[in-house]
């Protein structure tokens, strides 16, 4: 067996993943609040040096070692597919339905068709219902009716008004004599014990498992919210562009080799074997 042929298919495969990866987050560069994703790549040789001591079978790297091929471990894989929670720029509009969160550690959380989700898209707007809902018409939901899927009616003629914890406010704006705001119940924001377990379903949602959702922490995250204001992507141009060549360059590489492997080296091998016999 040709190692080398097998390390740069691996190879390629590693990096037509990664490819995939660079094209989402360039497709969402304009999307409110989208989170990058990103890629570690290792090889098989320094995972299993790294985690060998955690293994069930203690004395397999001796038993083992006679039958491994060292070239096949070090076939790049991805070891670990991650998310990079840091906060997006802010931009202001004059919308007042619009809202950004300025904690990485914190969500909205709507109602959908398969339970409740979670969002860092704070762009509402006023659904057929009259409830505050996202653009794709799922309803945000109130601080108290998190865990029965209560939403925020919005009276019309009614401004909305909201502090940074998430409390809202009506204005009258159909009366000359606009009165003191009335208190009118609060945004959902949750905040979790280990947002790592946060999964990205599209739409620019998270599902979090429900057999650990006793781990949804507060309810109120101090200072959070701003109003007129929404989060940008945090993917960055440059660099998702620099990732991009760099990528297209390895799997022109891992091409050649393929090639070599294939005109050359097996051409060779071939005729040297015709030869001798």
Do not use: C, W
Request: net charge negative; hydrophobic share 35%; aromatic share 8%.
């Amino acid at each position: 067996m040709q190692s080398g042929y097998y390390s740069a298919t691996g190879g390629m495969v590693t990096q037509f993943n990664r490819l995939d990866i660079i094209s989402n987050n360039l497709a969402n560069l304009n999307t409110n609040s989208f989170k990058r994703d990103d890629v570690v790549i290792g090889d098989f040789l320094r995972l299993y040096q790294t985690h060998q001591e955690t293994l069930p079978l203690k004395n397999q790297t001796r038993e083992a070692a006679k039958y491994i091929n060292r070239n096949l471990d070090r076939v790049p894989i991805i070891s670990e597919e991650y998310t990079d929670k840091s906060i997006g720029a802010m931009s202001r509009t004059e919308n007042p339905l619009d809202f950004a969160l300025d904690k990485e550690n914190a969500y909205f959380a709507v109602q959908t068709p398969n339970g409740v989700r979670y969002t860092r898209d704070g762009s509402f707007t006023i659904g057929t219902d009259g409830t505050l809902s996202t653009k794709e018409g799922y309803q945000v939901l109130s601080r108290v009716g998190l865990d029965n899927q209560g939403g925020i009616l919005i009276p019309q003629s009614m401004e909305v008004e909201a502090d940074k914890n998430g409390n809202l406010y009506f204005r009258d704006t159909a009366n000359e004599n606009i009165a003191e705001p009335l208190a009118a119940g609060s945004i959902a924001i949750v905040s979790f014990a280990n947002p790592k377990y946060l999964k990205k379903v599209g739409k620019n949602l998270y599902e979090y498992p429900e057999n650990r959702l006793n781990e949804r922490e507060n309810l109120i995250t101090p200072n959070a919210l701003y109003q007129h204001y929404v989060e940008k992507s945090n993917v960055n141009a440059v660099i998702e562009m620099s990732n991009l060549i760099e990528t297209n360059r390895l799997v022109d590489m891992y091409s050649k080799v393929l090639k070599t492997h294939m005109d050359d080296l097996n051409t060779e091998a071939i005729s040297k074997l015709a030869t001798r016999a």
